[in-house]
C-alpha cells in the first residue's frame, strides 16, 4: 500500500519534472504570452494588452523595421520593455525628441537596434538610453488581444471570463470532427 502511493507520487513529480521543462523550453526558446503595461505603445498597444511573443524570430535574426518587440530593459535588467523597432544596425536615425526644431541623427552601431514607442511624448526608449544590443531582444509580438482576459480593476469578473473562456475552447476541441482525437499522439492513427 505504502509502495503504491510512494510510486504514483514519485511517477507525479517525474511527470511534473517533464512538462515543467518541455513548458520552460516552450516559453523561452519558441514564444509565449505577455501582458503589457505603460502608456508607451498606445494607441497600439493598451495597458494590460495581452500579446502573443514570438522567439524564434530573435533566433534567426529576423527582426525587421516596424516589428514590436519585448527586450529587456537597458537601465534595469530586471524589467521589459515593448517598444517598435524603428532603426537596424547601419540606419540613419533621428536622435531627437519630436518638439526639438534642430533635428539630430546617428548611425545604428552593428549589433543594434532603435526602438522607440508610438507614444513618442510618453516614452522612455532608444532617444534616451541610445541603441540597445540585439541579444537584449527576447521576441517578436506576432498577436495581440486575443481576447483581452485579464481586467485587474475587477478580479471576480476576471476570474470568470478567464474560466468561461477555457469551457468554451474546451468544448470547442471536444466538438472538432478529429478522427479519434489521435491526431496529437506521434504514430497512432
Known amino acids: 500500500m505504502f509502495q503504491d502511493v510512494l510510486g504514483k507520487t514519485f511517477r507525479l513529480l517525474g511527470y511534473t519534472l517533464q512538462y515543467g521543462c518541455i513548458a520552460h523550453c516552450?516559453?523561452?526558446y519558441v514564444g509565449g504570452i505577455v501582458v503589457c503595461s505603460g502608456p508607451s505603445?498606445?494607441?497600439?498597444?493598451?495597458?494590460?494588452?495581452?500579446?502573443?511573443?514570438?522567439?524564434?524570430?530573435?533566433?534567426?535574426?529576423?527582426?525587421?523595421?516596424?516589428?514590436?518587440?519585448?527586450?529587456?530593459?537597458?537601465?534595469?535588467?530586471?524589467?521589459?520593455?515593448?517598444k517598435r523597432v524603428i532603426g537596424l544596425e547601419g540606419d540613419?536615425?533621428?536622435?531627437?525628441?519630436?518638439?526639438?526644431?534642430?533635428?539630430?541623427?546617428?548611425?545604428?552601431?552593428?549589433?543594434?537596434?532603435?526602438?522607440?514607442?508610438?507614444?513618442?511624448r510618453n516614452s522612455t526608449d532608444?532617444?534616451?538610453?541610445?541603441?540597445?544590443?540585439?541579444?537584449?531582444?527576447?521576441?517578436r509580438i506576432c498577436f495581440k488581444n486575443f481576447p483581452r482576459?485579464?481586467?485587474?480593476?475587477e478580479p471576480l469578473h476576471t476570474l470568470l471570463h478567464f474560466s468561461c473562456w477555457h469551457i468554451?475552447?474546451?468544448?470547442?476541441?471536444?466538438?472538432?470532427?478529429?478522427?479519434?482525437?489521435?491526431w496529437w499522439r506521434w504514430g497512432e492513427g
Open 126 to 139: 532608444s532617444r534616451r538610453y541610445g541603441p540597445i544590443p540585439y541579444g537584449l531582444i527576447r521576441g
Open 149 to 153: 482576459l485579464i481586467n485587474f480593476d
Open 168 to 182: 468554451c475552447a474546451l468544448f470547442i476541441w471536444m466538438i472538432l470532427p478529429i478522427k479519434k482525437k489521435s
Open 92 to 120: 540613419k536615425v533621428c536622435t531627437s525628441s519630436p518638439s526639438n526644431f534642430l533635428k539630430n541623427h546617428s548611425y545604428v552601431p552593428k549589433g543594434h537596434v532603435w526602438v522607440e514607442g508610438d507614444n513618442l
Open 41 to 82: 505603445m498606445q494607441p497600439t498597444i493598451q495597458n494590460y494588452d495581452i500579446v502573443v511573443l514570438d522567439n524564434l524570430s530573435r533566433h534567426f535574426y529576423s527582426i525587421q523595421k516596424g516589428d514590436i518587440v519585448i527586450a529587456k530593459s537597458p537601465s534595469d535588467p530586471k524589467s521589459n520593455i515593448c
Open 26 to 28: 516552450a516559453f523561452e
